[in-house]
């Protein structure tokens, strides 16, 4: 692994002509119309460029600048970390603990959960964001340590055993940040101004703990409105680590500094955190203490990304290079992830490797296949696993189903983008009729494809639908789910408190749902055949129990 203060053994150059092609990149966002971003460009510990495009306050017309306060969402996952790397460098907490010994509210699964398992994402915990969405919770209530804990508390079962597998966990961070609480005395906000951003003099950096502060210079956060505009889209957090970091593109060139200066931590502290863990089976993980490691055209790349209602942002470092940059947005139709990549090829050119390898689509006689929209609708089941997906078609377009439907673009050759959000679908091989039987998937946030295999439609008719209907509690949410029968559409209708009604597709024998990221619903029968309950499987969180309550 890369030493952390190691110089940079590439050099490179930013010029006029390497900054007109990073505002070229941004073209979109120049404008006094639209919201936008501000990027920061760093070799090392200097700030090579700053620039902000777009408007921080579209009522008020205040264009963003680099001084423009963003919340960056999952970014602030590496400071968090950071508290937590202090804390055990002078002794008073061990990432092997228990965190029961430190929050002892967190109930006994019967398997011990560490620190360092919140770190990594591996702890089994279920997601925080999940759990309050599916318990009936809207965007814009707010959220407070507490509502978290106590979700936490009622909660009887892992997504798995900790340390087998790695799913992205945000519950975990906001634990840690009661630890750092609860072991030092001082809050996280507190503890992270001492110890990081005040002897970086990172001066515009904070953990967001109160919604109602008034922040001076803080961007508006906007998403698009249908049939054109934008609507606000304040997070409203008292939650702090695992997200609500305010900070700045020139902030952020502090922090980037510290990477090479160790100046907060020292150079085993700046290690650590960019190292990743190790599973139980002794393969290597990619994420490491809120870093994740991977490589991109040839060089390896260290960063992480955010996103939370409006705000999206990406910090992305080519230690190589020397090179870092940040991409701190307001609009939630940005894509920074893919952004930072552009700039750093603005930036680093041919001096990089190759584009990265993509999924060859299917070719017949030599020539690609070209795949309709409605050639892609159907439901797919991971082919080593037991996730779905749902893709429909509308509009001359495809959907996959998420919380939302999302859009997927052509590109042609059997390719498929979200465009927004980074997800890639592409047609790995077509049946007799031209339709997709198999396809390979790239999520936001994962650098590999997953193989997914068409399944045969179900077709349910009114006295088997009728099996499903009823109410179902959750003790661990403490809200119920209706499910109504569809009998024209030949599926379910779920229900929830303070949601639109939902329509679940049905998948296989039982098993109901929107596909990944959506939910999965496996029903449960008796012996004699009846349906008792379900388990609901959503995202970030797996086998959820409800049971059936009988009319009275």
């Known amino acids: 692994m890369t030493d952390a203060r190691v110089q940079s053994s590439r050099e490179w150059t930013f010029d006029d002509e390497a900054r007109a092609r990073v505002d070229a990149v941004f073209q979109q966002w120049d404008s006094t119309g639209t919201p936008g971003m501000a990027v920061g460009i760093y070799r090392d510990s200097e700030a090579v460029y700053t620039h902000g495009y777009g408007m921080s306050n579209l009522e008020h017309g205040i264009p963003i600048t680099p001084g423009s306060i963003f919340h960056i969402a999952s970014i602030s996952k590496q400071f968090t970390d950071t508290c937590i790397a202090l804390l055990a460098a ?3 907490l061990d990432v092997d603990d228990d965190i029961r010994l430190y929050v002892p509210e967190v109930p006994d699964f019967g398997v011990t959960i560490t620190i360092r398992h919140l770190i990594h994402h591996v702890s089994g ?37 900790p340390n087998d597998e790695y799913v992205y966990c945000n519950t975990g961070y906001t634990l840690l940040s009661m630890i750092v609480k609860r072991v030092s005395g001082r809050t996280l906000r507190q503890f992270a101004q001492e110890r990081i951003f005040g002897p970086l003099g990172m001066t515009s950096t904070h953990f967001h703990d109160n919604h109602s502060e008034i922040v001076k210079g803080r961007t508006q956060a906007y998403q698009p409105r249908d049939g054109g505009g934008y609507r606000i889209s304040n997070p409203v957090f008292d939650v702090v680590g695992t997200t609500s970091l305010f900070t700045t593109v020139e902030d952020m060139a502090k922090w980037n500094g510290n990477f090479t200066s160790a100046q907060v931590g020292g150079p085993a502290l700046i290690e650590q955190l960019q190292t990743p863990g190790t599973f139980n089976n002794g393969e290597p993980m990619t994420y490491a203490w809120g870093l994740q490691r991977g490589t991109y055209r040839g060089t390896e790349r260290i960063g992480h990304s955010g996103a939370d209602h409006g705000y999206r942002a990406d910090f992305l470092r080519l230690p190589e290079f020397g090179f870092a940059v940040a991409v701190l947005s307001n609009v939630s139709n940005s894509n920074p992830g893919k952004l930072t990549e552009r700039v750093a090829d603005a930036v680093l050119g041919d001096q ?22 409605s050639a892609l609708a159907g439901v797919y089941r991971e082919s080593d696993g037991d996730d779905y997906l749902v893709v429909t078609s509308k509009d001359g377009r495809a959907w996959l189903d998420f919380w939302e439907p999302v859009a997927l673009t052509s590109l042609g050759n059997g390719r498929f983008t979200s465009g927004d959000n980074g997800i890639t679908v592409t047609v790995t091989d077509l049946d007799n009729e031209s339709l997709a039987s198999s396809i390979e998937v790239v999520m936001p946030g994962e650098d590999e494809a997953k193989s997914y295999t068409r399944q045969d439609p179900v077709v349910l008719d009114p006295p088997a639908l009728n099996a499903y209907v009823g109410t179902y509690w959750s003790d661990e949410l403490a809200t119920s789910i209706e499910m109504v029968a569809d009998r024209v559409a030949g599926s379910l209708t779920m229900r929830r408190h303070k ?17 990944r990221l959506g939910l999965v619903v496996n029903f449960e029968r008796s012996a004699d055949g009846d349906v008792t309950g379900f388990r609901l499987t959503a995202a970030r969180i797996r086998n959820l129990a409800f049971t059936r309550r009988m009319p009275s």
């Open 90 to 92: 002078e002794g008073a």
């Open 499 to 515: 949601y639109d009604d939902e329509s679940l597709t049905p998948l296989t024998q039982d098993v109901f749902g929107r596909g």
């Open 125 to 161: 915990l279920r997601d925080q964001w999940v759990l309050l969405r599916l318990a009936g919770w809207r965007e814009d209530d707010l959220v407070t340590e507490d509502d978290v804990l106590d979700l936490v508390k009622r909660q009887r079962a892992l997504n798995f055993t």
């Open 352 to 373: 990089l490797g190759p584009e990265e390898n993509v999924v060859m689509a299917p070719r017949r006689n030599g020539l690609p296949l070209m795949v309709s929209p």
